[in-house]
C-alpha cells in the first residue's frame, strides 16, 4: 500500500457514518420512509446494516494500518532500517517486478482456464443459453484482464524509486513508501528469505491473511546494499508465525545500522 492508510479510514469511517443515519431514519420513521420508496426501503436498510457493520471493521483495519505506518517512521519496535541508493534501484526493482509479473500471470491464467472450463460445460449442458454463457465468459475474462492490468500499473507504481528507504518491523515494513503490514488479527509473517542469487540481494517477506476463499499470501521485497549485512538479527527479533517459513534461510551475520 502507498497510499496514506489515513485516507482510506476516515473514508470508511464516512461511509459507516452514512449507512448508521440511513438506519437512524428508518428505525424513527420506517412507515414514511416505505411510503417513499416501496420495498426498496428494506432493501436499503439491508445494505446500509451490512455497509456500517463492513465500514467499521475496515475502519478498525485501515486504524491498524495507521499505527503500524506511525510506528515505523518513528522508529518505535524498528528491527532495521537503511537506505538504498538510487544507482542500485534499478537492478532490484527488475527482479522484483519479474517475480511479481510472474505471479499475476499465472493467477491470470488460472481465472481464464477456470472461466473457459466452466463456461463450456454450461453452454454444452445447455445448448440454448450458450449465447448467455458467452458473454458471461467474456465478461469475466474482461474483468480478470482489468484486475491484471491494474496490478501492473500498481507495481509499476510501488517499484519506481523515491526515497530508498527501507524500514523493517516486527508488525510490517516500508519499502520506498510502499507499507506492507502483517500485525493485525487474522493476519501473519509466514516466512523471511534472502534471495543472493542476483545483485543486489534481497529479503523476501512472505505474509499471509484470511480471506473468504481462505488464507492469501503476499511476498515483499527489500533490496539490501552492497556492503550492508542483514540476517540473524532480524529473525532473531521477527519470528514468522506458521510452519510455511521452514526452509527459508537468512544469512547469519549482524545487521548494519545508521549511525
Wanted: proline share 4%; charged share 20%; with cysteine.
Amino acid at each position: 500500500m502507498r497510499s496514506d492508510p489515513r485516507t482510506g479510514y476516515w473514508v470508511s469511517l464516512s461511509v459507516a457514518a452514512i449507512a448508521v443515519a440511513w438506519l437512524g431514519l428508518f428505525a424513527l420513521d420506517g412507515d414514511a420512509l416505505h411510503d417513499r420508496l416501496g420495498s426498496a426501503a428494506f432493501a436499503i436498510t439491508f445494505i446500509a446494516l451490512f455497509l456500517a457493520i463492513s465500514a467499521v471493521i475496515v475502519a478498525m483495519l485501515f486504524r491498524r494500518f495507521v499505527r503500524v505506518r506511525n510506528d515505523l517512521v518513528a522508529g518505535s519496535d524498528v528491527v532495521a532500517r537503511w537506505t538504498v541508493d538510487p544507482e542500485d534501484w534499478p537492478a532490484f526493482a527488475e527482479h522484483a517486478g519479474e517475480a511479481t509479473r510472474a505471479d499475476h500471470r499465472a493467477i491470470l491464467v488460472a481465472i481464464l482456464a477456470f472461466d473457459v472450463v466452466i463456461c463450456s460445460v454450461l453452454a454444452a449442458i445447455n445448448p440454448g443459453d450458450a449465447t448467455i454463457f458467452l458473454w458471461i465468459g467474456l465478461g469475466i475474462a474482461a474483468v480478470g484482464c482489468l484486475g491484471w492490468l491494474l496490478g501492473r500499473c500498481a507495481m509499476a507504481d510501488h517499484l519506481t524509486f523515491r526515497t530508498g528507504d527501507v524500514i523493517v518491523g516486527r508488525r510490517g515494513m516500508l519499502v520506498n513508501g510502499v507499507l506492507h503490514v502483517w500485525g493485525y488479527a487474522g493476519a501473519r509473517l509466514d516466512a523471511v528469505q534472502v534471495i543472493d542469487d542476483e545483485k543486489p540481494n534481497r529479503l523476501a517477506f512472505t505474509y499471509s491473511w484470511i480471506a473468504r476463499t481462505g488464507r492469501q499470501y503476499a511476498t515483499a521485497y527489500a533490496p539490501i546494499p552492497d556492503g550492508c549485512s542483514i540476517g540473524a538479527d532480524i529473525l532473531a527479533r521477527i519470528r514468522p508465525e506458521s510452519n510455511f517459513s521452514n526452509g527459508s534461510r537468512v544469512t547469519p551475520s549482524a545487521i548494519d545500522r545508521p549511525g
